[in-house]
């Protein structure tokens, strides 16, 4: 956050659309409401504002009557990552962009009143942009912000705003050359890049997993310590599981380490039934196959399987005695479940919430899956399944599906 500094709420109007301008005159080329900043890792106290792209700057301004704006300049962008947007078990995490930035140089620094700089206990190299509004928000930002740093407007020496301090010109950067002398230029500065390239690239890996390290053991000490107290709350917990699934699997099984396909779908249905059991355990003992091929997928980085792949590796967890098996419902859903998961018990869970008043007496599948937490096709197989028990019976009128305390039996 020692790249955003304080501006004037005055400078930008929330209620104006892209394609307008700014009280300092710059256009507006995109605007999104519900952002909220990340400095890192860590959430800020900049949260649920407007967040504004011009083709110099991005400027937040809270949705509070406070009227608070902090900016910074597209300059300072060294690249531009996408993460989030996906359902971790439990928990939803919003679809967030990775601003990687450059370091402030001196005479940036220096010709800005220190009052001006946001004040952070530490000033990682990137920020996050993340959209409560969702990914179809987020990719739609995401592509205006792409081609204003790629435009890279405040290098144009006869555009007025070239030569202001605030918005980058005169922040260190080189002027524009052209023909032979930006040929010479830009071989010369590949050359400086490629060595500090190479002579960081050890120490300057180390650094940064011994940073994630600490903040790993730091946050890990946090969480055990609190759910030993039994006061970890959903934030802490969506935190700690984004941390973990980002470690992904380190060596995953390929293809060409094993001799045969029969060898590599047993290899494979062995590290797949390794990595499920925390999630299955989560996801109280079942899972849907697509969100398993999913969430495996992810945690493998490059070496993604094919369903093909995965579904043969799953029919092959009773010759492992893996603990857990695939299972097709008689509608042709697939999932995968722990061999202990009991549609008796999944039945008892449904007559429970049958007896709770907010129910009205009967559940519809939006609403089992409302209260297990799970998506709808696989909340609607479970009352399937209870059904089956003859713990349920079921009405399908003009209201819709919905299943109903079985009065008839017995």
């Known amino acids: 956050m020692d790249r955003w500094t304080h501006v004037d709420a005055k400078d930008v109007t929330t209620t104006i659309g892209a394609g307008s301008a700014t009280a300092s005159g710059e256009p507006k080329l995109a605007m999104e409401t519900a952002v909220r900043l990340y400095d890192g890792e860590d959430r800020t106290a900049f949260d649920e504002g407007a967040l504004t792209l011009t083709p110099y700057r991005l400027i937040w301004t809270s949705a509070e009557g406070n009227a608070r704006a902090v900016e910074m300049l597209l300059s300072y962008i060294e690249k531009i990552e996408t993460t989030g947007g996906f359902n971790l078990m439990v928990h939803k995490v919003s679809p967030k962009i990775v601003v990687r930035l450059h370091s402030v140089s001196p005479t940036a620094r220096n010709a800005i009143p220190p009052?001006?700089?946001?004040?952070?206990?530490?000033?990682?190299?990137?920020?996050?942009?993340?959209?409560?509004?969702?990914?179809?928000?987020?990719?739609?930002?995401?592509?205006?912000?792409?081609?204003?740093?790629?435009?890279?407007?405040?290098?144009?020496?006869?555009?007025?705003?070239?030569?202001?301090?605030?918005?980058?010109?005169?922040?260190?950067?080189?002027?524009?050359?052209?023909?032979?002398?930006?040929?010479?230029?830009?071989?010369?500065?590949?050359?400086?890049?490629?060595?500090?390239?190479?002579?960081?690239?050890?120490?300057?890996?180390?650094?940064?997993l011994m940073e994630r390290a600490k903040v790993m053991v730091a946050l890990s000490e946090k969480f055990a310590a609190k759910i030993a107290r039994g006061e970890a709350d959903a934030d802490e917990t969506k935190q700690f599981q984004t941390y973990i699934l980002s470690l992904g699997i380190s060596n995953p099984i390929t293809r060409n380490a094993c001799k045969s396909m029969g060898a590599y779908h047993t290899e494979l249905a062995r590290e797949l039934a390794e990595f499920l059991k925390e999630p299955l355990?989560?996801?109280?003992?079942?899972?849907?196959?697509?969100?398993?091929?999913?969430?495996?997928?992810?945690?493998?980085?490059?070496?993604?399987?094919?369903?093909?792949d995965l579904v043969q590796a799953a029919e092959a967890f009773p010759d492992i005695v893996a603990g857990m098996s695939l299972r097709t419902f008689a509608s042709g859903?697939?999932?995968?479940?722990?061999?202990?998961?009991?549609?008796?018990?999944?039945?008892?869970?449904?007559?429970?919430?049958?007896?709770?008043?907010?129910?009205?007496?009967?559940?519809?599948?939006?609403?089992?899956?409302?209260?297990?937490?799970?998506?709808?096709?696989?909340?609607?197989?479970?009352?399937?399944?209870?059904e089956r028990c003859g713990s349920v019976c079921r009405d399908d009128s003009v209201e819709g599906l919905r299943f109903y305390p079985n009065r008839f039996s017995g």
């Not at 907010?358 to 197989?381: F, H, N, R, Y």
């Open 115 to 208: 009052s001006k700089w946001v004040r952070v206990t530490e000033r990682a190299s990137y920020c996050r942009l993340s959209f409560r509004g969702g990914h179809d928000q987020m990719e739609k930002f995401l592509g205006k912000l792409k081609s204003a740093v790629t435009m890279a407007a405040w290098k144009a020496p006869t555009h007025p705003q070239a030569n202001r301090t605030t918005l980058g010109a005169s922040a260190g950067e080189p002027r524009r050359t052209y023909g032979i002398g930006a040929i010479l230029q830009k071989q010369k500065s590949d050359l400086e890049q490629s060595e500090t390239t190479i002579r960081e690239a050890f120490n300057g890996d180390l650094k940064a």
């Open 281 to 308: 355990r989560k996801a109280k003992g079942i899972m849907l196959l697509q969100d398993v091929y999913c969430l495996y997928n992810r945690a493998r980085g490059s070496q993604l399987i094919s369903p093909d």
């Open 333 to 386: 859903v697939r999932v995968i479940q722990e061999n202990a998961h009991s549609d008796t018990e999944v039945a008892a869970r449904v007559l429970t919430e049958l007896q709770n008043t907010k129910t009205g007496g009967s559940l519809s599948a939006s609403q089992w899956a409302t209260c297990e937490d799970i998506s709808v096709t696989l909340a609607l197989e479970q009352l399937y399944a209870a």
